[in-house]
């Protein structure tokens, strides 16, 4: 299937969602002129789809293969790789010192889109780099800044991040990596890391890895944890990759989907010849990490949206092509192409409205983050805020609209030959990966409600809801209001067990509020009328449609925890 950019899709939310005028016109974003910004997105567009979307296919098919020498990518990935670096499209969003372009990161978001949009598995691998470049920025010395960001800003070098031991996946706080020092500033690492994407490949020169460890005496739990720079190899006197610094794949995990992504298991200092780094201070791993955690959240997120938007085309073009039985009520008997029947346009009528809303969450939360940077205290408790919203609800999307995919394509699409069964594999790791979609839920009930003592919530939905036109979005609003404000007097358990419908009704709310804006925005908008009247028919379909079903989870939303204890664990396999 060829891949077609959404350049005019892309640049109406960049202005509407985003305000990139606004953001052009600080002295910080100066260079993200409208000329520059449709430059930028025209071209990504044309390399994803020359470079990259073609390698899709063999990415799930062939996959990465691990080797005694590491890992290979298939054939192909490697020159797409160096091109992609050649041309300059990781240093969009990467500080200018360091020699990035420093654009805003709404438009490198929007660089991410098209990549994921083309190759989900292979835009892993700058993804994890960009997080891996914004916690060296906030953490790193100067000198760990001076010798790994201008590398990493180009993708000559690419980053990871090191959390999950065989012991403890989600429970940070039980890592047992161990870091000793050694003295002048290094440190020996030792221990396994497991689940680490793109932890080896054949596409850079060098992998630079942000490891968790514990240090000597360190207290138990989280606050016992630092965060160290690992190069796969050492640098030389003159910062290029030099000796083989003891960092070995022991292999990767045979998966569902993502194959274009290896999933290593990387063991640290077999021979104690790994030497890191410290990253900040020592016990400020959690914090350091975060920092890269936030940001790849987002960009998980992103991924939802990615997949939602390959599914869909990929669905688009075979309704269009697939010819099957009369069109119900229709004098002619002649058969139609399965897009004219009802029930097919329904479903690609959510699709698109489903993957537009995401999108639109997802790049206010990245506009937000770039309002943060020029010092807006609001929009970077708003970024708190709505970061569990745009990675939960935007992986759920993508498992959603993929599954639709392959229904659109009825038996066909349960053959892999046809490709739709690809993008639901490839979405169902999204969920879970990054902080499981509950622990944004959590998040959300037991951090991000309390924002300056429950202030940001009250602030954001309040203006949603005093924007809200729409009958069944005011309605939704007010009720988010309302169940936030009591759930911030329940106890814990009452709050977990109705943290994941209330976070999906916070999301609805928030993305019917949007796709209210770019409905507004479509008033005196000359763009391309074929647009404009498929804008304006899907953000009808989401508020008409979508954002009612938001007020069916209020039951779940404002639940307590007893039903879930009325049986015991045992009972469970009864």
């Known amino acids: 299937m060829p891949f077609t950019p959404i350049n005019i899709e892309q640049r109406f939310v960049i202005d509407t969602i985003v305000g990139m005028p606004e953001l052009a016109a600080s002295d910080r974003f100066a260079m993200a002129s409208e000329d520059v910004v449709d430059a930028v997105l025209e071209g990504v567009g044309q ?23 590491g890992v290979v990518m298939p054939d192909g990935y490697v020159a797409a790789y160096k091109a992609y670096v050649e041309g300059g499209w990781g240093t969009i969003g990467s500080p200018e010192a360091f020699g990035g372009q420093g654009m805003p990161f709404a438009l490198s978001t929007a660089v991410l889109d098209t990549l994921g949009t083309a190759n ?43 959390l999950t031991e065989p012991q403890a996946g989600s429970d940070v706080g039980a890592l047992k990596t161990k870091a ?18 793109f932890g080896d490949h054949d596409m850079a020169d060098n992998i630079v890895h942000l490891v968790l460890a514990r240090t000597p005496d360190a207290p138990a739990g989280t606050k016992g944890l630092s965060l160290f720079l690992v190069p796969k190899y050492r640098l030389d006197e003159n910062g290029e990759p030099g000796a083989f610094n003891d960092v070995r794949v022991v292999s990767i995990e045979h998966k569902m989907g993502l194959h274009a992504s290896p999933t290593c298991v990387l063991s640290f200092g077999d021979h ?67 897009i004219e029947h009802p029930d097919v346009r329904r479903m690609l009528m959510r699709m698109k409205a489903q993957t537009q809303a995401a999108r639109a969450l997802v790049y206010y939360a990245a506009g937000q983050v770039d309002r943060a940077t020029l010092g807006d205290q609001e929009a970077r408790w708003r970024v708190d805020l709505v970061t569990p919203l745009a990675k939960a609800h935007g992986t759920d999307i993508g498992c959603e609209v993929s599954s639709l995919g392959i229904q659109v394509h009825g038996g066909m699409g349960y053959i892999e030959e046809t490709g739709a069964a690809q993008h639901f594999r490839d979405a169902r790791i999204t969920p879970i990966y990054e902080g499981t979609n509950g622990i944004q839920a959590a998040d959300l009930v037991g951090r991000k409600l309390g924002l300056d003592n429950g202030g940001v919530f009250e602030r954001f939905f309040a203006n949603v809801a005093a924007d809200a036109r729409h009958p069944a ?45 770019e409905l507004a925005a479509l008033d005196g908008f000359e763009g391309d009328p074929q647009f404009v009247t498929a804008k304006r028919a899907t953000a009808r379909f989401y508020l008409d449609q979508i954002v009612p079903e938001a007020l069916g989870l209020e039951a779940a939303a404002t639940a307590s925890a007893g039903v879930l204890y009325e049986m015991s664990a045992e009972a469970f396999s009864s």
């Open 47 to 69: 390399f994803a789809a020359g470079e990259w979307a073609p390698l899709d296919r063999a990415g799930d098919t062939v996959g990465a293969k691990w080797t005694e020498y």
């Open 272 to 338: 104690g010849e790994c030497i890191g780094q410290l990253i900040g201070a020592e016990g400020g791993g959690i914090a350091a990490m975060f920092t890269m955690m936030n940001n790849a959240r987002l960009n998980v997120g992103l991924q939802g949206v990615q997949v939602a938007e390959a599914a869909t085309q990929r669905a688009v073009a075979y309704a269009r092509d697939r010819v099957q039985s009369a069109r119900a009520g229709s004098s002619s008997r002649e058969s139609v192409a399965i």
């Open 473 to 517: 979005l005011s309605d939704v609003a007010q009720r988010v209001l309302r169940i936030g404000r009591d759930m911030m007097t329940k106890d814990t358990d009452d709050r977990l067990a109705a943290s994941y419908p209330f976070l999906t009704m916070a999301a609805i709310a928030t993305c019917g509020w949007l796709m209210e804006k």
């Open 180 to 197: 000793e020092p050694v003295g002048e500033g290094d440190w020996s690492i030792r221990g396994t890391k497991i689940f680490i994407s």
């Open 120 to 162: 989900l598995g292979f835009a892993l691998a700058p993804t994890l780099t960009v997080g891996a470049i914004e916690s060296l920025v906030h953490h790193g010395s100067e000198e760990q800044q001076r010798l790994y960001l201008p590398k990493l800003a180009t993708g000559e070098w690419t980053g990871t991040m090191n």
